[in-house]
T-cell receptor, first 113, second 113 residues
Framework: QKEVEQDPGPLSVPEGAIVSLNCTYS??????FMWYRQYSRKGPELLMY????GNKEDGRFTAQVDKSSKYISLFIRDSQPSDSATYLC?????????????FGAGTTVTVRA | NAGVMQNPRHLVRRRGQEARLRCSPM?????VYWYRQLPEEGLKFMVY????????ESGMPKERFSAEFPKEGPSILRIQQVVRGDSAAYFC???????????FGEGSRLTVL
């Protein structure tokens, strides 16, 4: 079993739709949860960063963390063609080595104009 | 205000040759990390370096792989006697401190023939 599971998709939605992405994980030590966006042939770019359980909103993006279920989500409202990318969830544990991120395999999203 | 710079962007090697990948961190960043992304898999942590020191190499294969971050110049990831299984995208990231946001480069894509 992988430490972080993420549905690879692909996911195709019309412009303006809500995109829902999620990851599950097995390591209960994870405390920091991130979502990265990666355009084709580019490096990952940090979108959202949350600590422990709860919700965080930033513009059209909402990240949710449910530690009891070991489940995290990213919602993109009013999706745009420019949101077409691969979205990677990542997480790390406490203890001073939170640079050691565990990534999901990524979900490829296409927003159709 | 350059980001993390990696070169070469693409590298082709035959089995048994050596591959050298270079990474210059963002200005003001002294912490460098290497990650590997295999097809259909998430990014995997390889090594964490500060200037002239390897801090954590727990994700790096014990043989054929080495990394350095000299006092002057870029960080280098070196793969000796490459095999087909080394074909992957290698991403470098840097940070200002050993915690917090990692900024990723655009990656070096190694193809082993």
């Amino acid at each position: 079993q992988k430490e972080v599971e993420q549905d690879p998709g692909p996911l195709s939605v019309p412009e303006g739709a809500i995109v829902s992405l999620n990851c599950t994980y097995s390591n209960s030590a994870f405390q920091y949860f991130m979502w990265y966006r990666q355009y084709s042939r580019k490096g990952p770019e940090l979108l959202m960063y949350t600590y422990s359980s709860g919700n965080k909103e930033d513009g059209r993006f909402t990240a949710q963390v449910d530690k009891s279920s070991k489940y995290i989500s990213l919602f993109i409202r009013d999706s745009q063609p420019s949101d077409s990318a691969t979205y990677l969830c990542a997480m790390s544990a406490l203890g001073g080595n939170d640079y050691k991120l565990s990534f999901g395999a990524g979900t490829t999203v296409t927003v159709r104009a | 205000n350059a980001g993390v710079m990696q070169n070469p962007r693409h590298l082709v090697r035959r089995r048994g040759q050596e591959a050298r990948l270079r990474c210059s961190p963002m200005k003001g960043h002294s912490h460098v990390y290497w990650y590997r992304q295999l097809p259909e898999e998430g990014l995997k942590f390889m090594v964490y370096l500060q200037k002239e020191n390897i801090i954590d190499e727990s994700g790096m294969p014990k043989e054929r792989f080495s990394a350095e971050f000299p006092k002057e110049g870029p960080s280098i990831l070196r793969i000796q006697q490459v095999v087909r299984g080394d074909s992957a995208a290698y991403f470098c990231a840097s940070s200002e401190r050993n915690t917090g946001e990692l900024f990723f480069g655009e990656g070096s894509r190694l193809t082993v023939l």
